[in-house]
Structures are given as C-alpha cells and as structure tokens.
C-alpha cells in the first residue's frame, strides 16, 4: 500500500521565481487536500479537490497560487513570482471518502531565498 | 468558524511517565470529526485516531487513550508509560462536515519530549 508521495521533497529558489510541486495520492482516494505548515504552527487548509474539481480554496490562497488536479489522479500546486512569505512546508492530503481520515504526504519544504 | 486550541506548547516528561496532551474545540456543527496526528522530527505526519461527533466513548490502544467529552468540547490524548519514540509534535484536528468538505482545522500542536 503506497502512501501519499509528494516531490520534491526540498525546493529552494529565489523570489520572484515560479515553482510547482507534485501529489500523488493514495491510488482510489478520489479526495486530495493541500496545506500549508509554517514553522511552530499546524497546518492550515488552501485547497480540496473532490475527483478534477476543485471545490474550495482558502483565502490563505491568493492569485499567485493555482491548484489542479487533471484527471482526478495526481495535483499540482504551483506558485508564480514567489515571496519570502512563501517560505513553509506544503503538505498533500488524501482521503478515501467524507470524513474519513486524511493521510499526509512528507511534503514539500520551500526556502525562499 | 471552527477552532482547536491545544494550550501546551511543550511537554517534557521522563520515560515512564505517563502525559496527557489537552485540546479543546469550537465548532457550530452539531456532526463533526476529531483527529490526533503524530509529526516526529522526520515530518510526515500520522494519523492517530479519529472521533465522530456522535460516539463518545474512550478509546484504548496500546499505550494510547482518548478521552472525548462533549460537555466540555474536550479531546484529550493520554500515552501511559511513555517511551522516548513517542517524542514528536502531536496535533489535535476537528472536521466540520460537509459544509467544510471535511477539511481540517489543526491547532498548533504540542510538542512532547521523552527524556530516557
């Protein structure tokens, strides 16, 4: 049973760059959470895909962040013209149906240079 | 709107201790979804347990007991004679339910050290 895999792993850039980061969640799991966690904090929601549709996105997510999910398998969330503020952990979360558990992927740290 | 609140930042206890981890929820809901995840120093983080709304009953596993209490939106995590692998960050999560897709709202952890 393969968990949720996120990549990279560690992604360092300079601001003002565009980069984007990879889920693939567990195989079957039709719903796919992103979040963010900053350091000394929990996580915090930006996004949920429901199978391809994006269904809610946080005001955390502003027009810099775009969210897909193509064929309802695999998502990308990608950030243009990075900021210092960018910097954190972003985490992929997968769950099978409503309210069942979310299982988390390592994550992608990003280091805003 | 929802909130988790988990009001020790840090816990420090020596093994064989036994630690409770606190956390207190709001919510308007009255169905909704309680979770532990475990985040060791590695990062991932783990699922632990999770709770409807409608089921009060303590659970046991192990080491591990939770302790719901609706009457004081409580949801509390005790280790019994804990072990320096059981040193990460612990977080407690609430789900509201279908008017949230079921997204969690995490508090801001506490972070357990197990001293050999």
């Known amino acids: 049973d393969t968990g949720v895999s996120q990549n990279p792993r560690h992604k360092i850039t300079k601001r003002g760059q565009n980069v984007t980061f990879r889920c693939d969640p567990i195989s079957e799991h039709n719903r796919l959470y992103w979040y963010r966690q900053t350091l000394g904090q929990g996580p915090e929601f930006l996004t949920y895909?429901?199978?391809?549709?994006?269904?809610?996105k946080s005001r955390l997510l502003s027009d810099r962040f775009s969210a897909e999910r193509p064929k309802g398998s695999f998502s990308t969330l990608e950030i243009q013209r990075t900021e210092q503020g960018d910097s954190a952990m972003y985490l992929c979360?997968?769950?099978?149906?409503?309210?069942?558990?979310?299982?988390f992927g390592d994550g992608t740290r990003l280091s805003i240079l | 709107a929802q909130k988790v609140t988990q009001a020790q930042t840090e816990i420090s206890v020596v093994e064989k201790e036994d630690v409770t981890l606190d956390c207190v929820y709001e919510t308007r809901d009255t169905t909704y979804y309680l979770f532990w995840y475990k985040q060791p120093p590695s990062g991932e983080l783990v699922f632990l347990i999770r709770?409807?709304?409608?089921?009060?009953q303590n659970e046991i596993s192990g080491r591990y007991s939770w302790n719901f209490q609706k009457s004081t939106s409580s949801f509390n995590f005790t280790i019994t004679a804990s072990q320096v692998v059981d040193s990460a960050v612990y977080f407690c999560?609430?789900?509201?339910?279908?008017?949230?897709?079921?997204?969690?709202?995490f508090g801001k952890g506490t972070l357990l050290t197990v001293n050999p």
């Open positions: 979360a997968s769950s099978l149906m409503s309210g069942q558990p979310q299982h």
């Open positions: 895909f429901q199978n391809e549709a994006q269904l809610e």
């Open positions: 999560a609430l789900s509201e339910g279908r008017s949230s897709n079921y997204k969690l709202t």
């Open positions: 709770r409807n709304s409608f089921d009060e």
